[in-house]
């Protein structure tokens, strides 16, 4: 290693317990991407560590959801050089009290709590390569954090930030988890995320049952053919996760919702599938009861590219020097990865420390990957400053 890539590496060793201290910090917040306050919280936690070590922060303010943050680093080439973005999102998909109920614990090489792995050690990892640079120097190409609060449904208030955060950088790192297996993310699918209803005609359902029309009929009928739309040969799933409706058991259903889930690689036209969607959802299965979007969200598909691939290489040849080796895998899970890739961003997901069961009470955190995947990040800033002069 270069006598720089030595320095950050042995500042990132000794603040190893600082990094695990911000980690339970933030893990015992709970910050859903609903809850706007306590994103908001998350983010004031970051933001106090930054200007701590005279790095300045602008916050983006957002009206529905936690304002995002964004904190750039001078290089040392000067303010014309692209800088590497380091990707991150506050949010988690854990509802209020989870943080109290299981809060942040280390058990062995294992950390665990709500959203300790999707994305909170992500977070801390990037801020601290951050920290790093600010603390020993030696970053060519400067170093920009932006951490959104509304990753977890489509970022639909921060995308157009988080779109602009990336035209024209050198790269992406996003620190979603690690997959388990230790690799990273080349290539990621595209998402709907769809809430949607159904209006029926309220009955007795034993005096004037005929009278009526049933919401929770039609929408049964849409779920079924919802769910004929996957195609696993194309890549294509579909999945209605939540239905609510009725009034009581004695009465017809005037009303229903549900949400939708659909993921789709790069190759399926995303309008089609869209318009198929759409048609079921407003048809009319049965008389007098008719269906709308309520809400929807999207994620863009992260494409496997000459320029992602050539990312990878940059990024494989700095954890051959940390002693572990990494491959790129596709996953059908999306992310604000897929936003960076569609402005032009060489992108690479997954960078954050190895994690597994997202998303369950299970969610953990390979503790011991902190460090290293905070290094591997750090020397790679280092290298692609050498590897783009």
Not at 214 to 238: C, F, N
Not at 308 to 330: I, N, P, S, W
Not at 332 to 339: C, I, K, T
Request: net charge negative.
């Amino acid at each position: 290693m270069t006598d720089i890539e030595s320095a950050v590496c042995a500042w990132l060793d000794a603040n190893e317990a600082s990094m695990r201290a911000l980690l339970e910090d933030v893990v015992n917040i709970d910050s859903g991407s609903g809850n706007k306050a306590g994103v908001d919280r998350v983010s004031s936690v970051l933001r106090a560590r930054l200007e701590q070590a005279g790095i300045p922060v602008r916050m983006h303010a957002l009206a529905d959801h936690g304002d995002c943050l964004q904190a750039d680093l001078p290089g040392a080439g000067g303010a014309s050089d692209a800088p590497v973005l380091l990707l991150g999102h506050m949010d988690t998909v854990f509802p209020d009290g989870t943080a109290a109920e299981r809060p942040f614990r280390i058990d062995g090489d294992m950390a665990y709590g709500p959203g300790v792995a999707d994305m909170k050690a992500g977070l801390v990892m990037n801020l601290f390569v951050a920290l790093a640079f600010k603390a020993v120097g030696g970053n060519a190409l400067p170093v920009r954090l932006f951490f959104s609060g509304d990753e977890e449904i489509a970022s639909p208030s921060s995308r157009g930030l988080i779109m602009e955060a990336a035209r024209g950088v050198s790269a992406v790192l996003n620190a979603e988890p690690g997959r388990p297996s230790g690799n990273v993310v080349t290539g990621r699918k595209g998402a709907f995320f769809i809430d949607f209803e159904v209006d029926g005609v309220a009955a007795h359902a034993g005096v004037n049952h005929a009278q009526g029309a049933s919401a929770i009929e039609a929408m049964a009928r849409k779920i079924s053919a919802l769910h004929a739309l996957t195609d696993y040969d194309q890549g294509v799933t579909a999945n209605v996760g939540t239905v609510q409706g009725g009034v009581s058991v004695n009465t017809v259903a005037p009303y229903a919702k549900a949400q939708l889930d659909v993921r789709f690689p790069s190759q399926v036209d995303r309008e089609s599938l869209h318009a198929e969607i759409q048609k079921i959802i407003e048809s009319a299965e049965l008389p007098c009861t008719c269906g709308r979007i309520k809400r929807e969200g999207i994620f863009l598909p992260l494409i496997q590219n000459e320029a992602g691939a050539a990312l990878l290489e940059v990024y494989r040849g700095q954890t051959g020097k940390l002693d572990f080796d990494v491959e790129g895998e596709f996953t059908g899970g999306s992310a604000d990865s897929g936003l960076t890739s569609a402005v032009g961003a060489p992108t690479l997901c997954a960078t954050g420390p190895v994690g597994g069961n997202a998303h369950t009470d299970k969610e953990y955190c390979r503790i011991d990957t902190l460090v290293p995947r905070a290094k591997a990040v750090a020397l790679t800033i280092l290298a692609l400053a050498r590897s783009n002069p």
